[in-house]
């Protein structure tokens, strides 16, 4: 089976300058782990997450482990977290690059892709534009039938 086969076809999107509040709305109202977020062309630039929403309103903690140098390990988490902090856009909360799979990919190596990269659903890109998103469930659904 394909990553056609087994995708969600009807997918949400929103635009670079949609308030982080709007998206946080639009998640949980159709109970779903991320949103894809894409320009005017369709192309995908981020994806906003549950974990990108909650890094906004809980406050990074600072790395407590200082190396050799006396440089912070983990400055780079703790940098990033705080930038979510201050978004207010999902441009700006937004995780990017975004891990994809091609809607030719086979099904296995789509689990690999969402396994390896602990991510809990992958777009699905054909010629470049985003045709769908796989899911952890959409994979269990696969593995049932």
């Keep these: ?3 056609r086969d087994i995708m969600t076809k009807d997918i949400m999107t929103v635009s670079p300058d949609t308030p982080v ?4 709305h ?3 109202e159709r109970a779903v782990p991320s949103i894809p977020v894409v320009d005017a062309a369709g192309k995908v630039l981020g994806m906003v997450s549950e974990g990108d929403l909650l890094r906004k309103k ?3 903690q600072r790395p407590q482990v200082v190396n050799v140098l006396g440089e912070y390990q983990g ?3 703790y940098r990033e977290a705080f930038r979510k902090m201050g ?3 999902s441009g700006e909360i937004m995780t990017s690059p975004v891990v994809t799979v091609e809607a030719e990919d086979e099904a296995a190596k789509v689990g690999e892709t969402v396994l390896n990269h602990h991510i809990k659903q992958v777009p699905v890109l054909e010629n470049g534009k985003l045709v ?3 899911s952890r469930a959409n994979l269990l659904k696969w593995l049932l039938a």
């Design 132 to 134: 769908g998103l796989i």
């Design 1 to 3: 089976m394909k990553a």
């Design 87 to 89: 978004a207010n856009t």
């Design 21 to 24: 509040h709007d998206v946080a």
């Design 75 to 77: 400055m780079e988490e």
């Design 58 to 60: 809980i406050a990074p």
């Design 26 to 28: 639009l998640m949980v």
